[in-house]
């Protein structure tokens, strides 16, 4: 069976939007599915139609960026001809020109699944309102064409004013989540910290990196000053804008305990996790629905404090394996983290249980369902 799956973006962009189309992807595949992915050529470098590990990924000519999407002048056709060869599109939100693929998915008699993985933030500026109200209609259009749609959480659906109006059609399964077991040695900035915070993720606005910085001076009054905080993932080459600039004034300020890593392997991420005495997940935006991160990080025993962000307090509620705790309150955040290290026994618990609850095969397994409905 051919299955299409449609996404704005694809590896090699890191987000939890494109690892998380990768392994639905890929996990599809081992079931015996015929996998595309349809996308954009946001890079011009890339061959349309070639293969990456048994998913075959097409890109559709990107002459420029509008913000943070794409503009892809001849979408309207290249998505008819990829709809038209799947028997089932499982489209991933958000994702202005999904419309486009509900219509012919419709049209053509297809089965549609909607992954919704979160809504979207009004920032300030009529360009970014124009284009989140647009994409909001887009999404609505297409959600009420779609057979079914895939939250990470109940927990981020309940809390959710646009998945209200679909609650009949809303599944609960969590994100595809797997790690490298190839482990690269490495050592991450100095060995002279007692104390390593870390997070993984785009260096991005709505990540709320600037909350985790201001608490270095509080972290170094529970802790002293043998506390760094090491960031991995990627900054200035962020689409959509460089939030890296705006945090310079902070990285100037304790340039001495923030390490930015940049993008690691999977394997060089397998060992920075284990490096950890704590991870972190400071999103303070709808925009993070989940945060597939502080899962990995748990699966290679190292606890978590997490934003109380409806959908991003999951895993934590779910394991008890760390605390939540309202990051725009610098004092509480860097309690809550030195009571997370200072007590590291009493919150890990054991792989095993982690991988269970948040098993990949569980995950591909709910798709196989879905599709064959």
């Not at 009571?339 to 095969?361: E, P, S, W």
């Amino acid at each position: 069976m051919n299955i299409l799956i449609t996404i704005s973006y694809y590896i090699p962009n890191i987000s939890g939007l494109t690892i998380y189309a990768k392994n639905l992807a890929e996990g599809l595949t081992q079931k015996g599915y015929k996998v595309s992915v349809l996308t954009s050529d946001y890079r011009k470098e890339f061959k349309s139609g070639s293969l990456d590990r048994r998913v075959k990924v097409v890109r559709v000519w990107t002459p420029f960026l509008l913000g943070r999407g794409p503009i892809m002048p001849t979408f309207i056709f290249n998505s008819f001809f990829q709809v038209l060869k799947a028997k089932v599109v499982i489209c991933q939100l958000p994702q202005f020109e999904a419309l486009v693929i509900a219509f012919w998915a419709k049209v053509l008699c297809k089965k549609l699944i909607v992954t919704y993985h979160c809504d979207l933030a009004f920032w300030p500026g009529w360009i970014n309102k124009a284009t989140v109200f647009a994409s909001y209609v887009s999404h609505f259009f297409t959600c009420l064409m779609a057979n079914k749609i895939v939250v990470n959480s109940e927990d981020y659906a309940k809390n959710s004013k646009f998945l209200s109006l679909f609650k009949r059609k809303l599944t609960y399964i969590y994100p595809p989540i797997k790690l490298d077991e190839i482990e690269e040695s490495i050592i991450f900035g100095k060995n002279e910290y007692t104390y390593k915070v870390g997070f993984v993720g785009r260096i991005a606005k709505e990540k709320g990196l600037e909350y985790l910085l201001g608490t270095i001076g509080y972290l170094q009054k529970y802790l002293g000053k043998r506390v760094a905080i090491y960031i991995a993932g990627p900054g200035e080459e962020v689409i959509g804008g460089n939030h890296q600039k705006e945090l310079a004034t902070l990285l100037a300020k304790y340039s001495k305990y923030i390490f930015l890593l940049g993008t690691l392997s999977d394997a060089q991420l397998v060992a920075f996790y284990k490096m950890l005495d704590v991870f972190v997940l400071p999103s303070v935006e709808r925009m993070e629905s989940f945060g597939m991160t502080q899962v990995e990080a748990m699966m290679l025993g190292c606890p978590v404090v997490v934003n109380n962000l409806p959908g991003a307090r999951e895993a934590v509620l779910k394991t008890g394996m760390g605390e939540v705790v309202n990051v725009k309150n610098p004092d509480e955040f860097a309690k809550a983290i030195a009571k997370v290290i200072k007590g590291r026994k009493t919150y890990v618990i054991h792989q095993t249980v982690v991988d269970k609850i948040f098993n990949i095969n569980n995950t591909i397994d709910s798709y196989d369902k879905l599709i064959n409905v």
